[in-house]
């Protein structure tokens, strides 16, 4: 299966908004959604996962942040093609967008969450860190960080 990863575009707003209902069980309430991914799109901090020969959206992922504070803030596969790398292919597009000295947050299940380990190791693969633990009206968050590697001068 070949995996390309695309800035999103409108035309994705369908599907995407589909895919988080699909997910609101795991993630919580999302309110306003589309309100939040139109203007993710228009500053191409959006992006989708797609599938040659396949359908035309897999999955997504939402970014933001400053220079020196990056941000993965939503990342959702489709049902159909989890556990094909497609999570990990996603946040490796997301790492390549951010400045190469800030640091990349993102914040995501806690272990007990039931739901969220393959989340968990996706970002653990990808070089993130486990964090602080928080808690904002009832959701219970892990924040996970990835600092800047550090060069080595001889």
Same mark, same amino acid.
């Given at each position: 299966?070949?995996?390309?990863?695309?800035?999103?575009?409108?035309?994705?707003?369908?599907?995407?908004?589909?895919?988080?209902?699909?997910?609101?069980?795991?993630?919580?309430?999302?309110?306003?959604?589309?309100?939040?991914?139109?203007?993710?799109?228009?500053?191409?901090q959006?992006?989708?996962?797609?599938?040659?020969?396949?359908?035309?959206?897999?999955?997504?992922?939402l970014?933001?942040?400053?220079?020196?504070?990056?941000?993965?803030?939503? +990342? *959702?596969?489709?049902? /159909? $093609?989890?556990? !094909? =790398?497609?999570?990990?292919r996603?946040?490796?597009?997301a790492?390549?967008?951010?400045?190469?000295?800030?640091?990349?947050?993102?914040?995501?299940?806690?272990?007990?969450?039931?739901?969220? +380990? *393959?989340?968990?190791? /996706? $970002?653990?693969? !990808? =070089?993130?860190?486990?964090?602080e633990?928080?808690?904002n009206?009832?959701?219970?968050?892990?924040?996970?960080?990835?600092?800047?590697?550090?060069?080595?001068?001889?």
């Amino acid at each position: 299966m070949q995996i390309q990863i695309h800035p999103a575009t409108h035309a994705d707003i369908v599907p995407w908004i589909e895919l988080s209902e699909a997910v609101a069980g795991l993630f919580g309430p999302m309110p306003d959604f589309s309100a939040t991914l139109a203007p993710k799109i228009d500053r191409k901090q959006a992006l989708c996962a797609r599938i040659v020969d396949g359908p035309p959206f897999a999955g997504g992922i939402l970014l933001g942040g400053s220079a020196d504070a990056f941000w993965i803030r939503w +990342l *959702a596969v489709t049902p /159909a $093609y989890r556990r !094909c =790398g497609i999570g990990r292919r996603l946040i490796e597009a997301a790492i390549a967008c951010a400045c190469p000295n800030c640091v990349i947050y993102v914040d995501t299940f806690t272990e007990e969450t039931a739901g969220g +380990l *393959a989340a968990r190791r /996706a $970002y653990q693969s !990808c =070089g993130f860190a486990p964090s602080e633990v928080w808690e904002n009206e009832g959701i219970v968050r892990q924040r996970f960080m990835k600092t800047p590697a550090k060069i080595s001068v001889p």
